[in-house]
């Protein structure tokens, strides 16, 4: 009879373990449950966000565009460089809204839109020499803002300085060393002709900054080649 009892008690003991084990089952796959849903109420608010940053930019381009077309040559050209600017970021969000990813990105293929509305800008003259060779980076989204808007500085300078205005070679060139990246922007023109030190250059260096990297300008023989190095991750 004592043992039987103990058994007992022992069957008893074991059922309300198992019944404590279930319940913690039950309230481990609601917590995970309501965790999936959160985060994916997380992503649409993201997406959601990006959409309409980028629906905002895309109007104030189209403003810039507009007034370009009937300023001065001068004014004209600072306008088609505030929209170049306004595209790199534009170009991001846009990015982000399309892709399963929010918090990162792709960056040649993100330089490679972003390229592509700088050849648009431009128009067939420059765009018909402007070459690519990017590689697969995956960068974090804000850092990806920052490279893309010293690549538009580094076009613009191009297009400006390296031919004297007139349409020349310009290739643009993406590589990765480990856990870090070069962005290389190269023409074939005059070479260096001095130090900038317009708004341009100046918010360029300031995304250097950011990025916490470094930038420097070699003899293309002939020609300038600027090359941006990185970390990929902050910190």
Not at 35 to 51: G, N, R, T
Not at 146 to 166: C, P, Q, S
Not at 181 to 195: N, P, S
Request: net charge negative.
């Amino acid at each position: 009879e004592l043992e039987a009892a103990h058994r007992l008690r022992r069957a008893f003991h074991e059922a309300h373990q198992a019944r404590l084990v279930r319940e913690l089952n039950a309230k481990l796959t609601a917590t995970l449950a309501d965790k999936d849903a959160l985060i994916e109420q997380k992503d649409l608010l993201m997406k959601e966000v990006d959409h309409r940053i980028q629906n905002s930019l895309q109007l104030v381009s189209a403003f810039l565009s507009m007034q370009a077309r009937t300023a001065g040559e001068e004014v004209a050209g600072a306008l088609r460089e505030a929209q170049a600017r306004l595209s790199a970021v534009a170009q991001v969000h846009r990015r982000l809204y399309r892709d399963d990813q929010v918090t990162s990105v792709d960056l040649a293929r993100y330089l490679e839109e972003l390229a592509g509305d700088m050849k648009a800008s431009l128009g067939d003259e420059w765009g018909s020499r402007m070459t690519l060779d990017l590689a697969p980076v995956l960068i974090p989204s804000d850092r990806a803002v920052n490279v893309g808007l010293v690549m538009t500085e580094l076009v613009i300078n191009a297009t400006k300085y390296a031919y004297d205005g007139a349409p020349g070679p310009i290739a643009i060139g993406l590589e990765q060393h480990r856990n870090r990246l070069r962005l290389i922007v190269a023409d074939e023109g005059r070479g260096k002709t001095g130090t900038n030190t317009g708004f341009g250059s100046r918010m360029m260096g300031a995304m250097v900054q950011r990025l916490d990297g470094e930038i420097e300008q070699v003899d293309n023989r002939p020609g300038l080649r600027a090359i941006l190095t990185a970390p990929i991750q902050e910190g």
